[in-house]
């Protein structure tokens, strides 16, 4: 099962579950109350790049909870994330889950 797969069908937890049975610690958690989305996405992305060093062929995803904010730092660090082959999946409220597909011009 792909990491799309998991996010076509599952909520926050599915995905949550289901990246911990297969990428040992590549889960960022962060606190409710925090007020950083950017020191959010920085640690995220951290992680994630280490999780690419460590396992060059399987697939590394960012899970964000879906605000503007995350949106925007994704949009900001698209070609980082392509070059690096790093999917962002947006987490909505309701526990569904969106990959980010970039905007054509």
Do not use: C, K
Not at 8 to 31: M, N
Not at 66 to 93: C, H, K, M
Request: glycine share 6%.
């Amino acid at each position: 099962m792909t990491v799309t797969d998991i996010a076509a069908w599952g909520t926050a937890d599915h995905v949550r579950a289901a990246l911990e049975r297969h990428l040992e610690d590549a889960l960022v958690e962060v606190p409710e109350d925090d007020g950083s989305p950017r020191w959010a996405f920085g640690e995220a992305l951290r992680r994630s790049l280490m999780l690419r060093q460590t396992h060059p062929f399987d697939t590394v995803a960012i899970g964000l909870p879906d605000l503007t904010r995350y949106r925007d730092l994704v949009a900001g660090s698209e070609v980082t994330l392509r070059a690096t082959n790093i999917d962002a999946y947006f987490i909505r409220e309701d526990g569904s889950a969106e990959q980010y597909q970039p905007e054509t011009e």
